[in-house]
């Protein structure tokens, strides 16, 4: 059984003891420092004096320093730029300013699981991991509630690496929702694989031969939109409140028989022999290899998908009908 901790569990006192850098002011950037400044932490944020972000950080009322300044200041430093660049700015901003007792944190174990970077061993290392994007993480915190986090401990040198990392995941409201105790070897494995097979590549991948199977077939692409993404959202908010059976028993008997005798036609003992295989490149460093490789090379690939995809006609016809619908903000 998951080990689970609450708001009573967590003592929100050892980060506002403590001098919190943030580094890097994204999706989730922004969200930790604004919410743990929030919580009576003493934050600054950590960013290039050329950095798109400064500007925004400044206006919400942060300290924004160099990375370098704020590693040096502080004594719990938050590595939040994207994976791919984090050994990187580890080494030039961070790893120079470490000092026993200090605490590096992150928001994804993937550089510690595949020993990208490799801290010194007199400072604990945490993770604390939303389960939701940034922008969400921080609106829940605004109106009193909290995202769900996970919460793992890699190296212990202080013997209270845990409640601190509680404490941390508290000054974001992830306390209220719910932390679960994990290790950022099942957090970086788990992650890695829910976003490859189910969450983001395998239901694009649905979403498209759906669509593309009922165009192809003559049928018209703006039915074929809504039948296959559009209604695909009010699906998934029924499995969300009550899982798979409360979807059935809102959608017509018709569908949930269709449901029963063709999802297993759909995504076949080949599929999941298939998802075997991708979990096991994440298991082997392969994926997580291939892809530090593929952004050092300029993401060659990675912009030849994105621009098959966006010229693709789910997309230029979703663009269209999405323009229609007011209570749809792409931007929000
Ligand atoms: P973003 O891409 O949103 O954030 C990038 C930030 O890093 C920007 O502020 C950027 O500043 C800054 N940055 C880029 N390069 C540097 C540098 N060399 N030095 C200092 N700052 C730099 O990242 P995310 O928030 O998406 O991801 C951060 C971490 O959180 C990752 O480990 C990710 O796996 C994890 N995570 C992300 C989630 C999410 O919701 N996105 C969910 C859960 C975990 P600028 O470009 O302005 O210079
Ligand atoms: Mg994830
Ligand atoms: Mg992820």
Redesign the pocket.
Same mark, same amino acid.
């Given at each position: 059984m998951a080990e689970l901790f609450y708001e009573d569990d967590a003592d929100l006192s050892i980060i506002q003891g403590r001098k919190v850098a943030v @580094? !890097?002011? !994204?999706? %989730? !950037?922004h969200a930790h420092a604004l919410s743990l400044r929030d919580s009576g932490a003493d934050v600054r944020v950590?960013?290039?004096p050329?950095?798109?972000?400064?500007a925004k950080a400044e206006e919400a009322g942060l300290r924004v320093v160099t +990375?370098a300044e704020a590693a040096a200041e502080a004594d719990v430093i938050m @590595? #939040? $730029? +994207? &994976?791919p @660049? %984090?050994a &990187? $700015?580890y080494e030039a &901003?961070i790893a120079p300013h470490l000092k026993a007792g200090d605490a590096l944190f992150?928001?994804?174990g #993937?550089n510690i699981r595949y020993g990208f970077i490799k801290p010194p061993a007199d400072v604990d290392v945490c993770m604390v991991? +939303?389960k !939701? +994007?940034?922008h969400l $993480?921080r609106r829940q915190y605004e109106e009193g509630r909290g995202v769900p986090a996970i919460v793992a401990v890699e190296q212990d040198a202080s013997g209270k690496a845990f409640d601190l990392a509680l404490s941390y995941a508290k000054g974001l409201g992830a306390t209220k929702a719910g932390v679960i105790k994990t290790t950022f070897t099942e957090e970086t494995e788990t992650d890695l694989f829910g976003e490859q097979a189910v969450l983001c590549g395998g239901t694009a991948a649905l979403v498209k031969a759906g669509f593309e199977t009922l165009v192809e077939a003559g049928y018209q692409p703006e039915i074929a939109y809504f039948e296959c993404l559009h209604e695909l959202k009010l699906i998934v908010d029924l499995m969300y409140e009550g899982g798979l059976e409360k979807m059935r028993w809102s959608v017509s008997e018709t569908a949930e028989w269709g449901d029963y005798v063709t999802g297993p036609r759909i995504i076949t003992d080949a599929t999941k022999a298939e998802m075997k295989k991708v979990l096991a490149e994440i298991q082997d460093g392969t994926f997580a290899n291939t892809w530090i490789a593929e952004y050092k090379a300029g993401l060659p690939k990675y912009n030849e998908y994105k621009t098959a995809d966006e010229n693709h006609l789910l997309e230029t016809t979703g663009k269209k009908l999405r323009s229609l619908m007011s209570w749809v903000d792409e931007k929000a």
């Open positions: @580094i !890097g002011y !994204g999706s %989730q !950037g950590g960013l290039k050329e950095s798109k972000s400064r +990375p @590595i #939040l $730029v +994207p &994976d @660049i %984090q &990187d $700015v &901003d992150f928001g994804h #993937l991991a +939303p !939701g +994007p940034g $993480v």
